[in-house]
């Protein structure tokens, strides 16, 4: 309920202030488990999405935005709750897994998962090799994946931004991608190739350029 309640408050006053162009919401279904894939500019996607989004969507956050003290650590926990993020310690050596069951809870649960198949932001606005959890969650839970593309988040919040600047910022939904036709392919292909048909598709909606490889996590 309060995750409701707050997309109904942030939706009409994020969208008078920034004025976001969103594309294909008729795309996303409206019930039933999806994964939306989205290429990742900046900080700031993991809110644009949801608030262009036709329903909640969850994502993963570093379970250090939940743990702050103080009156701004006790806000930010708030609202990263409220806006349905899911906790995730990057420091445990079983993180990617814990990451991939917590998707997968909510996505046999019927809800919508927000997921980024770079892995990380892209610094140089390329986009990156997608790694195949994307395409494990959509096979294992039997759900779409619609393609989501995002144009100019970097610009509204880059790194070291405390506030997002109101620029010009695009949220494109793509056409589903169904797992039903990778289904007959062994296990690993049927991975790669639906992963590199979603970030195909990514690469359609933003027209960034391919770098062809993955993108590391930069070091601490």
């Known amino acids: 309920m309060l995750f409701r309640a707050v997309r109904q408050v942030l939706i009409p006053l994020s969208h008078a202030i920034y004025r976001p ?14 994964l939306l894939a989205s290429n990742h500019l900046s900080f700031i996607d993991s809110f644009c999405i949801p608030l262009a989004s036709p329903r909640p969507v969850s994502f993963l956050a570093k379970s250090d935005y939940f743990t702050g003290s103080g009156v701004g650590g006790a806000f930010r926990r708030e609202l990263f709750t409220a806006m349905g993020a899911i906790p995730v310690d990057r420091n445990s050596a079983s993180a990617a897994q814990e990451s991939l069951d917590s998707a ?4 046999r649960a019927g809800g919508a998962f927000g997921i980024y198949p770079e892995g990380t932001r892209s610094r140089d606005g390329r986009l990156y090799r997608g790694r195949t959890g994307v395409a494990w969650l959509a096979l294992t839970a039997g759900v779409p994946v619609v393609p989501v593309g995002l144009l100019g988040t970097q610009e509204m919040q880059p790194v070291g931004a405390t506030f997002p600047r109101r620029v010009d910022v695009t949220v494109r939904f793509g056409e589903s991608i169904h797992p039903e036709a990778y289904a007959g392919s062994p296990a690993g292909k049927a991975r790669r190739r639906l992963t590199d048909d979603v970030m195909t598709a990514i690469q359609g909606l933003t027209g960034q350029e391919f770098a062809g490889v993955y993108n590391d996590v930069p070091r601490a």
């Open 21 to 34: 162009t969103i594309t294909g919401t008729d795309h996303v279904p409206r019930t039933g488990g999806v």
């Open 104 to 107: 997968l809870e909510v996505l």
